[in-house]
């Protein structure tokens, strides 16, 4: 199983930007579609983004489309998640996942690994 760790979460401010990464533990990490989650308090957890493993498709959910953009670095084994214009509904918990899978819709039972997440809040 891949092993994944989030960073880049802080507390920012409504209309700034920031950057998640998430570091694979090995090159297995080129084999999979990744996927960025977020949770908020009292909520279900909410797919916001997967890209395939060579980079060619990409998935948004409509709540980020055209403010975030995710990436990955295969070279690096590390994915990415650029938030700009940020919002207070941003506030999350937000989960980088590994899946075999690939779809425009993709559930979180379609990822079989998972990191700890890393906390982003956004202030007025």
């Known amino acids: 199983q891949l092993q994944l760790a989030e960073s880049g979460g802080r507390s920012v401010q409504t209309g700034g930007s920031l950057r998640l990464s998430c570091a694979a533990s090995d090159r297995t990490f080129s084999h999979y579609t990744m996927g960025w989650f977020r949770q908020a308090p009292g909520k279900e957890r909410e797919r916001i983004a997967h890209?395939?493993?060579?980079?060619?498709?990409?998935s948004y959910a409509d709540s980020v489309r055209g403010r975030f953009t995710i990436s990955r670095d295969n070279a690096k084994n590390t994915l990415y998640l650029q938030m700009n214009s940020v919002k207070p509904e941003d506030t999350a918990v937000y989960y980088c996942?590994?899946?075999?899978?690939?779809?425009?819709?993709?559930?979180?039972?379609?990822?079989?690994?998972w990191g700890q997440g890393t906390q982003v809040t956004v202030s007025s």
């Open positions: 996942a590994a899946s075999l899978s690939w779809g425009t819709y993709l559930a979180p039972s379609d990822f079989k690994s």
């Open positions: 890209i395939s493993w060579n980079v060619k498709d990409t």
